[in-house]
C-alpha cells in the first residue's frame, strides 16, 4: 500500500479552552481529490491551516508523503494554499503572478518562461498573460490563483472555500474545471467547503466534518445515500429525519411501523431515527413493494427541473418529497395545497441512523 500524501493522527486545535479541531485521525491518498465539508465553526478551516504550517497544533502529528513537517515552517512544506480573497499581486501582470514563486526559487528566466507559458495554457488564460488583475473577471482571478499554486509542482494543494466569491453559474463552471485540471496534474488537492454540491460534483472522498471531529468519511454517493449519523443525514441535502422505536424489524413512528430490510446492530425498544431522501418517494405510480401513508399537501415549491412538495403524514409530522418536472407535464398536472396524495417509496431507502 502506497504512502498517503497527507496523514493526520491525533490533530488537536485548542482556542482560549475551547477544542475547535479534536484528536483527527485521517488519511488522504496520492492524487486524491479529496474534501472537508461541513458548517461555519466546524474545524475544517483550522484543520487547512495546521497542514498548510499556517496555524500550530495543540497536539498531534502531521505527516506530508511520510514526512513529520508538525514544526516544519510553512515555505518548507511541499504544499501550496489557494485561498478564497485570490491574494493576487495587484501591480504584476498574470505572467507574473505565475511566474512569482518560481522566480523566488531563483530558475533561470528560459525555464520559468516555459513553464508559465504551459500552465496559462492548463487554466486557458494564454491570450491574457499580459492583463493586471484588475482587468479580470473573479473566474479568470482564481485560475490564475491556481495556476500560481500549481506551477510549484507541490505535493498537495490546499484550497480553502476559493469558489466562495464567484457567481453560482460561474462557480458551476470553476467546478468542473478544478476536476479536469486536478485529474490532469494529478496532485493531491484537499479542497475545504460548507457547499455540498461542490463537495459531491468534485470530490473522490468527502469527510463531513462537525464541532471538530468527522462524522462521516467515504465516496460522496456513500455519505450521501448512506448517512451514518443525524447530523451527517442533515447536512448534506434534504432529509425527511423521523424519530422513533425500534421494534420487530421496523421503526415505530407515530402510529406508522415502517419497514427497514436488513439493519442491523439495535435492540427492540432502542430510540432510532430514520431518514429517508425527498427524490426516493413517489406522488404516483406506486407499486406493491412500496411502503405506502396517505396524506395532504400543505406547501408547493417550483423549482424549474422539479417542484418540491411538503406532504403531512399526521399531527406534527411531514415529509418533504421532490418530484420530477416531465416535459409532457403541465402546470395543472402537478399537485396543489390541498390535495388528498399517497406517497410511497421502496423499504431499502429507508436509512436507520442509530
Request: aromatic share 6%.
Amino acid at each position: 500500500m502506497s504512502t498517503p500524501s497527507v496523514s493526520l493522527r491525533g490533530l488537536t486545535k485548542d482556542f482560549a479552552g475551547a477544542t475547535v479541531v479534536d484528536h483527527l485521525d485521517l488519511d488522504i491518498a496520492r492524487g486524491e481529490f479529496f474534501s472537508l465539508l461541513g458548517p461555519s465553526g466546524c474545524g475544517k478551516t483550522t484543520t487547512l491551516r495546521m497542514i498548510a504550517g499556517f496555524s500550530d497544533p495543540t497536539s498531534g502529528t502531521i505527516l506530508v508523503d511520510g514526512e513529520d513537517v508538525t514544526c516544519t515552517p510553512p515555505h518548507k512544506r511541499d504544499v501550496n494554499t489557494v485561498f478564497q480573497s485570490y491574494a493576487l499581486f495587484e501591480h504584476l501582470d498574470v505572467r507574473g503572478n505565475v511566474g512569482f514563486g518560481l522566480r523566488r526559487k531563483g530558475l533561470d528566466r528560459r525555464t520559468i518562461d516555459a513553464r508559465v507559458s504551459e500552465m496559462l495554457e492548463l487554466v486557458e488564460l494564454g491570450d491574457r498573460h499580459k492583463e493586471r488583475p484588475n482587468r479580470l473577471s473573479g473566474g479568470q482571478r482564481q485560475r490564475v490563483a491556481l495556476a500560481r499554486a500549481l506551477i510549484n509542482q507541490p505535493k498537495v494543494l490546499l484550497l480553502d472555500e476559493p469558489l466562495a466569491a464567484l457567481d453560482l453559474k460561474l462557480r458551476h463552471a470553476m467546478q468542473a474545471e478544478l476536476k479536469a485540471i486536478q485529474r490532469e496534474v494529478g496532485i493531491t488537492f484537499l479542497f475545504v467547503t460548507h457547499d455540498q454540491d461542490e463537495a459531491l460534483s468534485m470530490s473522490d472522498r468527502v469527510a463531513i466534518m462537525n464541532d471538530g471531529v468527522i462524522e462521516q468519511c467515504g465516496a460522496p454517493e456513500d455519505v450521501y445515500e448512506r448517512p451514518s449519523s443525524v447530523f451527517a443525514a442533515g447536512f448534506i441535502g434534504t432529509s425527511n429525519l423521523m424519530s422513533g422505536t425500534w421494534t420487530a424489524g421496523c421503526v415505530s413512528v407515530a402510529d406508522l411501523s415502517i419497514p427497514v430490510p436488513g439493519h442491523q446492530g439495535s435492540a427492540e425498544g432502542d430510540a432510532v431515527s430514520v431518514t429517508v431522501r425527498p427524490e426516493k418517494i413517489w406522488l404516483s405510480e406506486l407499486t406493491p413493494q412500496m411502503f405506502r401513508v396517505s396524506g395532504t399537501i400543505v406547501a408547493t415549491s417550483y423549482h424549474g427541473a422539479t417542484t418540491q412538495y411538503v406532504v403531512s403524514i399526521g399531527p406534527d409530522l411531514s415529509l418533504t418529497v421532490l418530484e420530477q418536472n416531465l416535459p409532457q407535464m403541465r402546470a395543472d398536472d402537478r399537485w396543489h395545497a390541498g390535495d388528498r396524495v399517497e406517497v410511497g417509496w421502496l423499504p431499502e431507502h429507508t436509512v436507520v441512523l442509530t
